[in-house]
Antibody, heavy 116, light 107 residues
Framework: QVQLAESGGGVVQPGGSLSLSCAASGFTFSAYGMHWVRQAPGKGLEWVAFIRNDGTNKYYGDSVKGRLTISRDNSKNTLYLQMNSLRAEDTAVYYCARGYKWFDPWGQGTLVTVSS | AIQLTQSPSSLSASVGDRVTITCRAS??????LAWYQQRPGKAPDLLIY???SLESGVPSRFSGSGSGTDFTLTISSLQPEDFATYFCQQFNSFSWTFGQGTRVEIK
């Protein structure tokens, strides 16, 4: 069945960097756009970034532009999120999700904590 | 960016109740709206897309309606497994936003 599995979360100091991965299985990864969505503890959902199926176009939420970079490797069925210049307000569970207009399905999420 | 405002922020209901949640967009989005259910500690699940289309495998007690700026999610007869938080989400011009969520609690 369709599965998405995030990894790479952890604790990082303000100003630091972290790289997240999302391993996809059970579907033709190269045929689908992919998203990153985050959720701060006890808060709502915030769309972070989208990448087209072939990686040619990328879009970002205003709060992460210039600091977070989405990419993909279709030969490895893997989605990435490179996170630089991290701030306390980036603390959240980060989910990858398949789709274009909608998000379906979602991975289980990986927690990123930005703290000194 | 288009903003989505859900109401109420939370509600208490009993098993068997009919529940309606509203989502209002800051500008018209036609039917480019989806609804998700999120249980505690879990990732969200897609319930409704294109404002009124039921996702495969989702029980028929869930329904969605609306277009333009005003949308509703209705649960016709609340079941124990439906106690969760519900989010609306819109897509417009390569920007995606979510409502703030509605928590459905047991009365």
């Amino acid at each position: 069945q369709v599965q998405l599995a995030e990894s790479g979360g952890g604790v990082v100091q303000p100003g630091g960097s972290l790289s997240l991965s999302c391993a996809a299985s059970g579907f033709t990864f190269s045929a689908y756009g992919m998203h990153w969505v985050r959720q701060a503890p006890g808060k709502g959902l915030e769309w972070v970034a989208f990448i087209r199926n072939d990686g040619t176009n990328k879009y970002y939420g205003d709060s992460v532009k210039g600091r977070l970079t989405i990419s993909r490797d279709n030969s490895k069925n893997t989605l990435y999120l490179q996170m630089n210049s991290l701030r306390a307000e980036d603390t959240a569970v980060y989910y990858c999700a398949r789709g274009y207009k909608w998000f379906d399905p979602w991975g289980q999420g990986t927690l990123v904590t930005v703290s000194s | 960016a288009i903003q989505l405002t859900q109401s109420p922020s939370s509600l208490s209901a009993s098993v068997g109740d009919r529940v309606t949640i509203t989502c209002r967009a800051s500008q018209g989005i036609s039917t480019a709206l989806a609804w998700y259910q999120q249980r505690p500690g879990k990732a969200p699940d897609l319930l409704i897309y294109d404002a009124s289309s039921l996702e495969s495998g989702v029980p028929s007690r869930f329904s969605g309606s609306g277009s333009g700026t005003d949308f509703t999610l209705t649960i016709s007869s609340l079941q124990p497994e439906d106690f969760a938080t519900y989010f609306c989400q819109q897509f417009n011009s390569f920007s995606w936003t979510f409502g703030q969520g509605t928590r459905v609690e047991i009365k």
